[in-house]
Nanobody, 119 residues
Framework: QVQLVESGGGLVQAGGSLRLSCAAS????????MGWYRQAPGNQRERVAS???????NYADSVKGRFTISRDGAKNAMYMQMNSLEPEDTAVYYC?????????????WGQGTQVTVSS
């Protein structure tokens, strides 16, 4: 099991920046993939970015070049720097982490943090 707590959301004008943080209750290097998802009202939840245990990063096309995912093993934390924010980025952002359990994969979710981008 792992508990995840997000922080750093808020209200920002278009073109601005925010940095989301995700604090994990155990070593992030004991986890498999970690990532950020988002869900806007009326939309399906979508994966925004992910980072593997080995450090490989992937991004949704909509955020490439604007968002950067990173992590800090000493702090058991993952981050997402979001630059050049657009109103379309408005959503609740969730931190996720995968663990192995009984031969399968379990995805753990944080409670979410609201990001609102005004035009």
């Amino acid at each position: 099991q792992v508990q995840l707590v997000e922080s750093g959301g808020g209200l920002v004008q278009a073109g601005g920046s925010l940095r989301l943080s995700c604090a994990a209750s155990r070593s992030i290097f004991s986890l498999n993939n970690m990532g950020w998802y988002r869900q806007a009202p009326g939309n399906q939840r979508e994966r925004v970015a992910s980072i593997s245990r080995l450090g490989s990063r992937n991004y949704a096309d909509s955020v490439k070049g604007r968002f950067t995912i990173s992590r800090d093993g000493a702090k058991n934390a993952m981050y997402m720097q979001m630059n050049s924010l657009e109103p379309e980025d408005t959503a609740v952002y969730y931190c996720t982490a995968e663990t192995n359990s009984g031969g399968g994969t379990v995805v753990h979710w944080g409670q979410g943090t609201q990001v609102t981008v005004s035009s």
